[in-house]
């Protein structure tokens, strides 16, 4: 009713603007943007993932000793099986980013559920982890997303602070992950572009490379989402 009422107000644009996309709104479906402030604990969050450029980014992080979060879509998982594995292998916790990571916008409640569906399916199928974590393509949420997240037992995640790694050079994402970077934020950056192979994602690296060490050095350590919201 609520969320009917929202979404069909021509006067409520701000409101439905704020409850589709904000990143603290619990409107459309629940969703967390951050975990515990009291501790120096930060969580990167990978989105749109694997892909072919995903292997160098977890070198970087391998490197540094930073565990983080992928956000997967199915199809990409598909075709990155091996890839997908190792993020696994690797110890990062995985989460669910759609099959197709189509946006959810004016989308059936049927598709919206599809689409997570699929996604666990592909997910565990090729790794074997059935995740408990969901991101919403474009952080779109839609009518119908709060009964698909709660038929899957998914928990909705969004973010304290997005990285545009997607069009940013990196030491401009980089300057924004050290601004943002605050007690039990959640930080969205991408290790893919949608669906696309062989994305480029020179910038992100670079970002996470330059930003950690400094990030450490302020104190901070880098949890999984589960770990830093305690789930
Ligand atoms: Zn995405």
């Given at each position: 009713?609520?969320?009917?009422?929202?979404?069909?107000?021509?006067?409520?644009?701000?409101?439905?603007?704020?409850?589709?996309?904000?990143r603290s709104s619990q409107?459309?479906a629940p969703s967390i943007w951050?975990?515990?402030?009291?501790?120096?604990?930060?969580?990167?969050?990978?989105?749109?993932?694997?892909?072919?450029?995903?292997?160098?980014?977890?070198?970087?992080?391998?490197?540094?000793?930073?565990?983080?979060?992928?956000?997967?879509?199915?199809?990409?998982?598909?075709?990155?099986?091996?890839?997908?594995?190792?993020?696994?292998?690797?110890?990062?916790?995985?989460?669910?980013?759609?099959?197709?990571?189509?946006?959810?916008?004016?989308?059936?409640?049927?598709?919206?559920?599809?689409?997570?569906?699929?996604?666990?399916?592909?997910?565990?199928?090729?790794?074997?982890?059935?995740?408990?974590?969901f991101r919403a393509?474009?952080g779109?949420r839609?009518?119908?997303?709060?009964?698909?997240?709660?038929?899957?037992?998914?928990t909705g995640v969004m973010?304290?602070?997005?990285?545009?790694?997607?069009?940013?050079?990196?030491?401009?994402?980089?300057?924004?992950?050290?601004?943002?970077?605050?007690?039990?934020?959640?930080?969205?950056?991408?290790?893919?572009?949608?669906?696309?192979?062989?994305?480029?994602?020179?910038?992100?690296?670079?970002?996470?490379?330059?930003?950690?060490?400094?990030?450490?050095?302020?104190?901070?350590?880098?949890?999984?989402?589960?770990?830093?919201?305690?789930?």
């Amino acid at each position: 009713m609520v969320e009917a009422a929202i979404v069909s107000t021509a006067g409520a644009v701000g409101l439905a603007a704020y409850a589709v996309r904000g990143r603290s709104s619990q409107l459309l479906a629940p969703s967390i943007w951050h975990g515990d402030r009291k501790r120096p604990s930060l969580a990167l969050t990978f989105d749109d993932g694997p892909s072919e450029s995903t292997p160098a980014l977890l070198e970087v992080l391998a490197k540094h000793g930073v565990t983080a979060t992928f956000f997967m879509c199915g199809r990409n998982v598909r075709r990155c099986s091996e890839i997908a594995r190792d993020v696994v292998a690797a110890g990062h916790e995985i989460g669910n980013h759609t099959e197709s990571h189509a946006p959810f916008y004016f989308k059936s409640a049927e598709f919206i559920y599809r689409e997570a569906a699929l996604a666990q399916e592909s997910i565990f199928q090729i790794t074997r982890v059935n995740p408990k974590l969901f991101r919403a393509p474009y952080g779109v949420r839609w009518v119908g997303l709060r009964q698909a997240q709660a038929r899957l037992d998914l928990t909705g995640v969004m973010w304290t602070a997005i990285a545009h790694d997607w069009k940013w050079p990196g030491p401009r994402v980089a300057r924004m992950l050290l601004k943002r970077a605050k007690n039990g934020a959640i930080l969205c950056l991408h290790d893919g572009r949608a669906i696309q192979r062989t994305p480029d994602i020179r910038a992100t690296i670079e970002a996470v490379e330059f930003a950690v060490p400094i990030l450490k050095e302020r104190g901070f350590t880098f949890e999984t989402v589960s770990q830093l919201c305690g789930l």
